[in-house]
């Protein structure tokens, strides 16, 4: 069973969440597909035994060796990544370049290269309650819906491997490509909300995705005794659209001690209130029909 536990926007306490359920019982295989932030590992500090190559695209190289400066890939390029300097030498913007080919197709002299963008990596091994899978997506590389895609693969193939029912992924906040990427075909998707203008609104945004792909979304507010006046409001607003909160969490301070220690509010204290809370809420989970 795929448990994704998303939100519409950052800071909401997603990450802390996802860590809590994945020691709150039995075991697990955890994946992070905040492939762009992945910040899991730090909590859990795993074991990585499996290290993979994720190519997110390519970028256009000149050989000078072999350029004559005719401009024709400039002439080509829609993307502005080619230019002539005031020397007549061309060059390549590597930021600008969408990797699409069209400029070593042209090149009469047949110099220039496509070299792939290969710094991104995937990551697999165990930690101290399972199994976890995380992606790092490099600084300026794209397809990140397709790191997460491949994250969630790895996650299935683990977990049927050592004979694992429960996957948690840790999904990116906002509502875009990542996201999707990581709520599609999930078997339970928990929306992880705070009690402000801009939670409930991105609130709306991820209820509104999950329901265009016939998801039955769960809700928690995390931090409500912040403002319980927007806390009331969410749980109007989730009563009308058919969500089920399924928990309230009070502000506490531990869950980040927690996290300063490498662990888990779960694991840190877990005869605290939060902690005997979130471990109903995951029953919760585990439990619901949808």
Known sequence: MEIAIVSGKGGTGKSSISAAFATAGGRVVIADCDVDAANLYLIFNPVDEEETVYVSGHNAVINYDLCTNCGLCTDYCRFDAISAGDDGIVTISGISCDGCFLCSRVCPEKAIEMIPNDKSRMYSGSFRNGRMVYGKLAPGEENSGKLVNMVREKAKETARENNIGTIILDGPPGIG????????????????????????????RMAEVTGKFSLQALAIINKYDLNTEISGQIEEWCS???????GKLPFDSRITEAMIQSKSITEYNPQLDISNKLKEIWQQILNQNQ
């Open 177 to 204: 490509c990542p996201a999707i990427s990581t709520i599609t075909g999930a078997d339970k998707v928990v929306i992880v909300t705070e009690p402000t203008i801009s939670g409930l609104s991105d609130l709306k």
């Open 240 to 246: 009308q659209n058919g969500i089920r909160v399924i």
